[in-house]
């Protein structure tokens, strides 16, 4: 080989590096992580894309033939129809209610077994507990606790020397027998947001404060809370679009009544879906849900963003 060809080799080594280092780091991890995103985009896209397209059908879910395309027409249906407007007043009741309890008394659970003494271990066990439940069994448990007749609820009522109540065929108090359930299964996930900020918190501005005289409250009001906004921003948006996606125990114990008055857009929708059978309005009310999810989980961050960042 000649002076000339090794020049040329050297040239066009030059001109296409071969893939080391960094490059080589990111190529290889796009090919790893390629395959399972397209699975996971494939898995997303498709039913919201079905979704979609069915909101703008007319299709009673059984019939081939009566899969007529409406356009727009549930949507207008939808603006026009006060037992929508009626179901949007209750989800975002029962949410603001659940999500208001829930972060209130999670981050109390966490202040609790944040602290050192005998059975802490034990005591955050139980804590999670109704975390781990699944909700339709849970539901059921609260089912039975508020048995009109032998409800623990109602015995002890009438230990009291007061009359029983019916808890979930009440219109007045269903929805927040149904706010109860759900800050019962949503505090311990509070719980352990608000407990990681604890424990990664650093105790110098603690410190810091007790020197200069501060109470514990106020060291728990200008330190402590300050600096947990972040975990508690995090998990006032986790409970919120879980809350607002609840379905499973409100048709369990009351399938939106008595009366619809725990009829939120999910059961709603289900309900026009799988009992009316007109699965192109049904779709239209769940594709609300979906936009309604994402505006306030737009919202909230936005609003974290300008106040606390």
């Known amino acids: 080989m000649t002076s000339v060809d090794l020049a040329a080799e050297a040239a ?5 590096p071969p893939l080391r280092g960094p490059r080589r780091a990111r190529l290889f991890a796009w090919l790893m992580a390629g395959p399972a995103s397209l699975v996971m985009l494939a898995i997303m896209v498709y039913p919201l894309t079905n979704l979609l397209l069915l909101s ?12 007529q395309w409406v356009g727009l027409a549930n949507y207008e249906a939808m603006l026009a ?9 209750r989800t975002l009741a029962y949410c603001l209610l659940s999500v208001t309890a829930s ?4 981050t109390l659970m966490a202040f609790v077994v944040n602290r050192r003494f005998r059975g802490v271990t034990v005591l955050r066990t139980v804590f999670i507990l109704p975390m781990v439940a699944m909700p339709v069994a849970s539901a ?8 009109p007749n032998q409800g623990i609820l109602n015995q002890m009522l009438e230990a009291a020397g007061l009359p029983p109540y019916t808890w979930l065929a009440h219109p007045g108090s269903a929805l927040l027998s149904l706010v109860v359930l759900e800050v019962w299964m949503g505090a311990p996930f509070v719980m352990l947001i608000v407990l990681a900020g604890l424990q990664s918190m650093p105790q110098e501005p603690l410190e810091a404060a007790r020197i200069d005289g501060a109470t514990p409250l106020q060291a728990l009001w200008f330190v402590t809370l300050p600096m947990l906004r972040s975990a508690l921003a995090t998990a006032v948006l986790f409970k ?3 809350t607002l996606k609840q379905f499973a125990t409100i048709w369990v114990l009351t399938e939106g009544g008595p009366l619809r008055s725990t009829e939120t857009l999910y059961v709603y929708g289900y309900a026009l879906a799988f009992q009316f059978f007109d699965v192109g309005y049904g779709a ?13 989980s737009l919202l909230w961050m936005r609003v974290r963003e300008r106040a606390w960042v």
């Open 56 to 67: 703008l059908r007319d299709y009673d879910g059984a019939s081939v033939t009566a899969y």
């Open 81 to 89: 129809d006060p037992r929508f407007w009626a179901a949007l007043r």
């Open 240 to 242: 919120l679009i879980d």
């Open 12 to 16: 066009a080594d030059l001109a296409h």
């Open 103 to 106: 972060l209130a008394l999670g």
């Open 140 to 147: 059921l448990v609260f089912e039975a606790m508020m048995n």
């Open 284 to 296: 239209a009310i769940l594709m609300a849900l979906l936009v309604l999810v994402l505006f306030v």
